[in-house]
């Protein structure tokens, strides 16, 4: 296993992190797997491709932006798709057919977008990479110090305002029991469209630094979906503190355990990465269906023990 490979999946798992935290949250308000999820990550790629080439701002400067861009997305989605159709006694199953709607509007806009930058500025928009822009930290590239340093940052952040802060022990009333905090008064529309927000927003900066990390194309989103539910999934879709261990380990088996197939087997295996995050999922929803998070570590270790 060689070191490059190591750094590579601690850079995915700290992405992986931030995504799948994003998901989880938008799962806990409304209940609906949100199939945009990966391709509010995605737009931001694309912003971040015109901002560096364009405007040569470096991709780090615009995670902020990416922020604002990707919570923007995700608040549209709840407000103008998911809530009037809740308000009217919409089911998951329609509410999720909603998100995949929406996913399907947000790939014809990133590839139209990506259609521009190609013919009117003649950028390369499929299967590009922005590495070259990337800086150095102590001989490595930064995204190898940043992106773990901000994934720790962002949730520590989200852990502070959900638990310290009187709006976050609101929203986390409204998430948990969303009955019993309108009759004492909070705002459950206004909580839970703070929670697609922060959602969006964690998704945005990832796609902000993903072109420092790996070749980026228009369907990148729907390549990412099957990591981001495979991490929620194990972590407990409804525990966004289990995603944050769901994350890291996808990230970390799905680059390790590529990188070890293909050094054992050929690299003929890497086109079929996915299935390690789909074998995860498929052993998490059979043995521990509420996810790690659901698991009762104290009888198991007594057990094991």
């Known amino acids: 296993m060689t070191l490059l490979l190591i750094r590579d999946a601690i850079i995915f798992s700290s992405l992986m992190i931030m995504l799948s935290a994003g998901l989880t949250l938008t799962y806990m308000t409304t209940k609906v797997p949100n199939f945009a999820h990966g391709d509010f990550a995605t737009l931001n790629v694309y912003l971040s491709l015109a901002l560096v ?131 004492v008064g909070i705002n459950i529309n206004l909580m839970y469209a703070v929670s697609w927000f922060i959602s969006g927003g964690l998704a945005g900066v990832v796609g902000a630094l993903m072109p420092l990390y790996m070749t980026c194309n228009p369907d990148l989103g729907i390549r990412l979906l099957i990591s981001i539910f495979a991490a929620s999934i194990l972590g407990g879709l409804s525990n966004i503190y289990g995603a944050l261990v769901g994350g890291a380990v996808i990230g970390l088996a799905e680059v390790l355990g590529t990188g070890y197939l293909s050094m054992t087997l050929g690299p003929w295996v890497v086109p079929y990465r996915p299935v390690i995050p789909l074998i995860i999922m498929m052993l998490t929803l059979l043995l521990v269906p509420k996810g790690l998070a659901g698991v009762d570590w104290k009888r198991f270790i007594k057990k094991v023990g």
């Open 53 to 183: 080439r364009l405007l040569n701002i470096n991709p780090y400067l615009s995670t902020v932006s990416a922020f604002m861009l990707g919570g923007l997305a995700a608040l549209i989605l709840y407000l103008a798709v998911l809530k009037p159709l809740m308000d009217r006694g919409a089911n998951y199953v329609i509410l999720m057919i909603a998100t995949i709607a929406y996913d399907m509007i947000l790939i014809s806009l990133i590839n139209i977008f990506a259609d521009y930058l190609n013919r009117v500025h003649k950028l390369i928009t499929r299967l590009f990479q922005l590495k070259g822009f990337d800086i150095e930290i102590f001989g490595q590239p930064g995204l190898f110090v940043i992106a773990p340093i901000l994934a720790f940052v962002m949730i520590t952040s989200l852990y502070f305002f959900l638990n310290k802060t009187k709006f976050g022990i609101a929203m986390r009333a409204a998430i948990e029991n969303p009955s019993l905090a309108e009759i």
